[in-house]
Each structure stands twice: as C-alpha cells, then as structure tokens.
C-alpha cells in the first residue's frame, strides 16, 4: 500500500507543481517554459518501459516479492534528485527515475498479489493496494499546493525508505518457492500469508498448477504467446491498457489545475477542487474493493467507463459553451471533473491490474505484464506529451471529444470482449478461458 501511495505522489506531485512553476509570481527557486512542462509531464511515461523488462527480468528470476521490493529504490533516488539541486534537470532526471518505479510497480504488484491472495478477496486486495494511488495523488495534490519542492522530497523520501525496510519481513510468495522446488518454505509462506495452521489443501492445489509446468526459456516463452489462445488474452489485456491511455486518463490528472482554471473555475480556488476531486477517487476506491468482487470486473469496468465518457462529453460541451460566451457554468465544470474521477477510481483504475494478475498462465505471467505495462507506457507518453500541442492545434473541445469517443469504445469493447473472473482461481480461469477457446474451434 505505501508503494502504491509513492506511486500516486509521483503523479500528485504534477498537477500543483506545473501550475506554480509555470506561474511568474511563483515562490519556488525556477520556473518552467509551457514546453518544458510538457516534458516534465511526459518524461515519466520514456523509462517506464525500461522498468517493466527490469522488473520481468527480476520476477523471472528471483520471483515477484523481489521485484516489488526493488521498486522502492527508484523512488529513493528520485525524490533525493530535489534535494542535491532545484532545477530543470533535477527535475527531468527524477521524472525519469520515477518512470522507472511506475514501469516495476505495474509489472510487478499485480502479480504478486495474484500468487498470495485467495480468490474470494483477489479484486478487494488489488483494490485495496490500488487505493495507495488515489491516496498518493491527493497527499500530492494536498502538499503541492502549500509546502515547496524540497518539503515535498523530504516527505516523499521518508515514505520511501519506510516501504524498503518494512518489505523486507514479507516472505517469498508460494507460487515462486514451488516453482524453484521449495515445497517446505512454500508451506510456510502460506502459513504466513493466510494465516491458518493446515495449508495442505492449498499446497496441493498449487503444485498441481505450477509444479507441474516446466519453466521455460526466452524463446520458448515467445513461442508459447504466439498460440491463439494465449496471443488471444495478450491482445485483450494491452487493449484494455490502450484505451486507458488514449482516454487523457493521466493527461487530465497532470493538468487538472489548468484545466480547471482554462474553464474559468474560481468560485473555489482549483488547487482545492483538485484536492477535493482526490477525496472523490478515494471515496471511489473504496467503493471499488467491494464492487469488484460484488459485481465483478466486466460489469465494473463497463459502468466505469461509460460514465467516464458521459463526463468528458460534458467537459467538452462545457469548454464549447464557453467558447460561445455562455460564461456562468462553473458548477457544470465541477461537478463533471467530480464523477469524471469518480468513475475512473471505480474501475478504470483498479480493473486492469485485476486481468492482468488473472488472465495470463503462469508461464507467460512475467512476459504478459512486461508487454502489457510497455504498451501502456508507450501510449500515457505519446497522451501526455502531445497534450499541449493538441490543444495549441485544436481547441479543448476537440480534445475532450476525442478523449470521449475512446472511452466509448472502450466501454464497446468491454462489454464484447472482456471475460468475466470474479471469484475464480487461477486454475478456474485458464480451464474457463481453454473451454471458451475449444468452443469457439469446433463451431468454427
């Protein structure tokens, strides 16, 4: 939960920061150029990549406990970039170093707790640990808005330290003790994480779903992807990353605070509304640890991303009317940003890791989430960098309305697509998945 929180400051940290920085009246030691802005947003999604192989590498060989426990390190040495020296590439090299923490972060905690949690309370947890970014986000958004850059560094480099010496007592996960022929600390890994006293049940059920499975080499790994069903569930989990990305998901919580203000936002100040719109995803969070595993990750994922697209058309309509000169809309704008992020924290956010920890075999676990949080990146820099040039080509309705019409599609494609997993094993759901595909072979 404390990585997940470091995770969200990273990204609360942008949107009260851009706007002092960029602001001539601005009581920090530097300022930025609407450029170097963009940069400073997007140069977090450029190493992102380079963390999630790092972090495939490490999970396939040491297992995923120890690749969640490296992630702490990236942040260590990015919030220490702030206190070294306040300036443009300070700031540059922490993004960077804090890309690379969000690439091992997504490549790794879905993972890990997939193998340690049962499925009854599978979606809760990962909702739950999700909730360290909303969290994270609104001490961001919180502490930017009164404490300056090096403050903030201090708080966050505390956090971080805290997370790398209280992981350390967390043992290896039972499904990489049995994979490595460790069946007597895997016993006790399980003890340990389910905290019950007669585990055989369970011990039996995952040598029987791992044991067996011969681990594979690089190039047989790539082999086995490329089987229908297999390339059939990669190609399901990286389009729900796509849409996500191409929908302004981080876009719009980078530059929340000047998007507010370009709507003419100032019966409150738009530094509280985006503190209040992060009490909004918490609250939403929350909502989802029970909805997740209530109604399940399809249905939660198609309301989330229908009412997401609802919201945005409203934000579009709004800049529109302002463009019209219909001045007085300010509650339009505020109430839609409010169930804008509503709806994001209810399933947008946390549904995708769900999948991605349930969907792939366990062979293909490592590759799938590496390619999987590689696309993602790819697409959150393309999303956010060219933001500013959009806006400067277009007009902030077309953006919005292009936004819009992505996160329908998405909701199209969830709706057709995405297989339901609540409350399964992740033994039930590769024989649900298997049957599903060996159905589809003999209609065929």
Request: charged residues 15%; glycine residues 6%; proline residues 4%.
């Amino acid at each position: 939960h404390i990585l997940a929180l470091l995770v969200g400051l990273v990204s609360g940290w942008t949107s009260p920061f851009l706007a002092k920085l960029q602001d001539p009246e601005t009581t920090e030691s530097l300022t930025l150029t609407p450029d170097e802005a963009s940069w400073t947003a997007a140069l977090i999604s450029v190493t992102r990549p380079l963390g999630a192989v790092f972090a495939a590498v490490v999970v396939y060989r040491c297992g995923a406990r120890q690749a969640v426990l490296l992630n702490g390190i990236p942040h260590v040495l990015a919030w220490t970039c702030f206190l070294v020296n306040e300036s443009v590439p300070s700031i540059y090299a922490s993004r960077l170093l804090s890309g690379l923490g969000l690439g091992m972060f997504y490549s790794t905690f879905p993972l890990y707790i997939g193998e340690i949690s049962d499925p009854s309370i599978r979606g809760a947890l990962i909702s739950l640990i999700t909730q360290g970014l909303p969290i994270g986000t609104l001490l961001g958004n919180l502490m930017g808005a009164y404490v300056s850059m090096s403050t903030f560094a201090i708080v966050g480099l505390v956090l971080s330290v805290t997370f790398c010496l209280a992981f350390l007592i967390f043992p290896d996960s039972p499904h990489h003790l049995i994979k490595i022929k460790k069946h007597d600390e895997a016993e006790e890994a399980l003890r340990w994480y389910t905290r019950q006293d007669d585990v055989k049940n369970e011990l039996t059920s995952l040598d029987q779903f791992i044991g067996q499975r011969e681990k594979l080499s690089i190039s047989q790994t790539f082999s086995e992807l490329t089987k229908p069903l297999n390339l059939k569930i990669l190609i399901t989990v990286l389009m729900v990353y796509v849409f996500m990305q191409l929908s302004g998901l981080y876009s719009i919580s980078l530059y929340m605070e000047l998007i507010l203000k370009s709507l003419g936002v100032n019966v409150i100040k738009p530094s509280l509304v985006v503190v209040g719109v992060g009490v909004i995803g918490l609250l939403a969070g929350l909502i989802s640890m029970y909805t997740n595993d209530r109604f399940g990750r399809r249905t939660m994922l198609a309301i989330s991303s229908f009412g997401v697209s609802v919201n945005l058309f409203l934000l579009a309509l709004n800049f529109l009317l302002l463009r019209m000169e219909y001045n007085d809309l300010q509650w339009l704008s505020i109430v839609s940003i409010v169930f804008y992020q509503f709806f994001v924290c209810v399933g947008i956010m946390p549904v995708p890791s769900c999948l991605m920890s349930e969907m792939f075999a366990p062979n293909l676990k490592e590759i799938g989430s590496c390619l999987a949080n590689m696309i993602s990146a790819v697409f959150a820099f393309i999303v956010s960098k060219t933001y500013q040039d959009l806006l400067t080509s277009t007009s902030e309705e077309f953006v919005f309305l292009l936004y819009t019409a992505i996160v329908f599609a998405m909701f199209i494609f969830t709706v057709t697509c995405i297989p339901e997993t609540k409350g399964k094993s992740l033994q039930e759901i590769q024989d649900m998945l298997s049957r599903k595909d060996r159905g589809k072979d003999q209609k065929c």
